[in-house]
């Protein structure tokens, strides 16, 4: 059942998060959801891209942790490797849900048959006299925080594709058994159009604290060798010979 329940103090009272619940969650993610504020210590750790949705045309953002869909290079032993820990994680198994006695608010959400929640071992949500634990009150102040980031989030890329700041790109990656994979649907800073702006438009991103993040993104790429050897030390019999990035060429047919 998926469904999202509205966490309760008293229904849920002896309910505990596992431990490494986050990490066996990231342990299955090839690519990990960034909101903007993010982006610039994600990639102190892995290469930054963005997608496009197909449905809406939104712009989201990502760090790439494999080049295997359902796996992730940065957790060995069921332990997340990195500092940085993305909101995502920080914040799992609990979610933000619309309340279901006000269509306005959020309340807060829980899968009740999830494997992250046990009633003998782990970090208890709800203390003794049923108040929120101090886990659940980190939680709290992220999710909220969370609303106004997706926000921002939302208004940075809008205003980088209204400026045609993305590019198209695809990874071609040669494995030392022949064998080619083509990852499509990435994107990243546009670095020609970037220095092609008008003093106005560098003024006004820069202005929005806009720079930061395009320029790691940039710079994140070259995170991509981090993915290369790492892989590598995991995968002996199947090594990546070499990763090649080239503009998209269904986007230079646009």
Known sequence: MNTLVELSSTQHKDLKVVPDAASKLASKQHIMNL???????????????????????????SAMTSFEVGTNLFVEVDKWQ?????????THPVYLMQSPRDEKSYTFGILEDSED????????LFDEQGKPSEK?????????????????????????????????????????????QKIQGLQTIDEERLQSLSTEELE?????????????????????????????ERNANNRVVQVK???SKEAQLV
């Open 204 to 232: 006004s991103i820069h202005k929005k604290g806009y720079l930061t993040p395009i320029h790691a993104m940039l710079v994140s790429l070259f995170q991509v060798n981090v993915l290369i050897n790492k892989n590598n």
């Open 245 to 247: 990035m080239e503009v």
């Open 35 to 61: 909101r903007a504020h993010e982006i610039a210590n994600a990639s102190t750790c892995f290469p930054v891209f963005a997608t496009r949705n197909t449905h809406d045309g939104a712009m989201a953002f």
């Open 136 to 180: 659940l009150n980190q939680i709290n102040t992220s999710l909220q925080a969370s609303v106004q980031q997706d926000v921002q989030t939302h208004q940075f890329a809008k205003d980088l594709d209204e400026l045609k700041l993305f590019k198209a790109l695809d990874l071609n990656v040669q494995y030392d058994n022949g064998q080619l």
């Open 82 to 90: 990195p500092v940085f820990v993305p909101l995502s994680l920080q």
């Open 117 to 124: 929640f046990s009633t003998t071992e782990g970090i208890a």
